[in-house]
């Protein structure tokens, strides 16, 4: 990395990665520590628990999704703007963003509320597991417009570099969770023992304490991406609506239809079985916990390469990432040999028969070389490309990588060769191999920086 950067870059490159790449990393730890102890306490309930409320928290991965390509994609432009000190235009970019975060919010909520056995369906024909699944959604589903308004603010406070806001406030609300889930899933004390739908309740009061939160704290600081409508509206042009969709769309394409993907490999697995099912589900949970820092590299990539872009600096830009890269890199090698080192142990704390416990301990140490390469990948896609505004080229990367390779490996090698899942989940990765063997090429050309102040 010393010899990627200029000396005079290297305290600031540094100073810059870990104030705002180490927040947003121990926000996903938090996130994710709460999720795998979400798992871990639906898993005292059973195996048919595990994978209704798995099921049912697709649908949300489903709705999140949108939510976070139009957070994402707008990341590049507040990012970039915050870079060239033009607040004006951040209060525009945040307005389209809750439009759409709130439509798509929309899109997901009714269904779920109304309509959750038939969406259900498409998972799985276990009705044991559907009506696990019917009781967490129906609750849950009204929460996702909740999330949506609550994305926006917290992809803006980082973009404007308040990573920490978003941490401290992140916290709050998953330990909510936390101890919500713990008092009604079990009945502590003068609590009722709701099972699956205490779950469901703690989600919904722990996603509206983050909202209001983080408006709170966006006033209180006067921040840039404290969203005020009178000001979004002001000089609001179609002109910036245009460049806004030509840039943020791609991404948010990028993000659903590469969550389809996810839940497309989830349907094979279901049909695997309801035991392999319920293990990946636990694996994901665990895996998750060692992609976070990857996560918040990839995170902090964008917003540090899109500011040098906004500030006109484009040499220090393609520096930037070069370096980034070199830092994801170690990021994934490092917590691969971690999860390799743990993948006995983890799977121990769950209360599941020892078939399930196999599959998922090797599921787990098969999966532990390709953490690396997922590292890559997520600064690839997440941090380069839309940090510089090619975001068309990332949609066209990862929509052949996960359609016309993921998939196809995840059909024929589970479904048709009938193989066990954890040859299966290594097979599938073939698709994050091809993503970072495809983009290579474009990083090395520079034809991903593209500065979109301009339009501002």
Not at 90 to 104: A, D
Not at 106 to 118: G, R
Not at 176 to 182: D, G, R, S, V
Not at 362 to 369: A, D, E, G, K, Y
Request: proline content about 3%; some cysteine.
């Amino acid at each position: 990395m010393r010899t990627i950067l200029l000396p005079s870059e290297r305290k600031d490159f540094l100073k810059k990665l870990f104030t705002i790449a180490l927040p947003i990393g121990l926000q996903n730890l938090i996130s994710s520590s709460l999720s795998f102890l979400d798992t871990l306490m639906i898993g005292q309930l059973g195996v048919t628990q595990i994978a209704g409320v798995g099921l049912g928290n697709q649908i949300f991965f489903l709705a999140s999704l949108i939510f976070f390509g139009a957070c994402s994609g707008a990341t590049v432009f507040v990012s970039q703007f915050y870079g060239a000190q033009k607040y004006k235009s951040i209060q525009h970019v945040m307005l389209i963003s809750f439009i759409v975060s709130l439509c798509g919010a929309l899109v997901f909520a009714v269904p779920s509320v109304f309509f959750p056995i038939f969406l259900l369906r498409l998972f799985t024909t276990d009705m044991a597991v559907i009506e696990i699944g019917r009781q967490y959604l129906v609750t849950v589903g009204a929460s996702y417009l909740l999330s949506a308004c609550s994305m926006v603010i917290s992809f803006s406070l980082r973009a404007t570099n308040d990573a920490k806001s978003p941490l401290l406030i992140s916290m709050a609300s998953l330990g909510t969770n936390a101890l919500l889930n713990w008092l009604l899933i079990f009945g502590i004390g003068p609590f009722p023992r709701l099972e699956v739908y205490g779950a469901a309740l703690a989600t919904v009061i722990s996603r509206a304490l983050e909202l209001v939160l983080l408006i709170w704290i966006a006033r209180k600081r006067k921040s840039p991406a404290s969203f005020h409508l009178s000001q979004a509206i002001d000089g609001f042009e179609k002109s910036f609506l245009k460049q806004y969709m030509k840039t943020c769309l791609p991404v948010m394409l990028n993000e659903f239809l590469w969550a389809l993907g996810m839940t497309a490999y989830k349907m094979v697995y279901s049909h695997m079985g309801t035991d392999v099912l319920a293990s990946v589900n636990m694996t994901n949970s665990i895996q998750d916990l060692f992609l976070v820092f990857a996560l918040g590299i990839g995170n902090a990539s964008g917003i540090m390469i899109g500011n040098q872009i906004g500030k006109n600096q484009k040499e220090a830009a393609v520096r930037y990432a070069k370096a980034l890269l070199f830092a994801s890199f170690a990021c994934g090698l490092f917590f691969g040999v971690f999860m390799a080192s743990f993948s006995s142990l983890l799977p121990r704390m769950f209360n599941i028969p020892e078939n399930i416990y196999e599959m998922t301990r090797l599921t787990l140490l098969f999966l532990s070389p390709i953490l690396i390469i997922k590292s890559l990948s997520i600064t690839l896609i997440v941090g380069v490309l839309r940090g510089g505004g090619d975001t068309r080229h990332a949609l066209k990367i990862e929509m052949i990588c996960v359609w016309l390779i993921g998939l196809p490996a995840a059909i024929i090698s589970g479904l048709v060769l009938k193989l066990p899942i954890y040859y299966v989940v290594m097979i599938v990765s073939l698709d994050e191999f091809c993503k970072v063997l495809f983009i290579i090429p474009r990083i090395i050309s520079n034809r991903w920086v593209n500065n979109l102040t301009e339009i501002g």
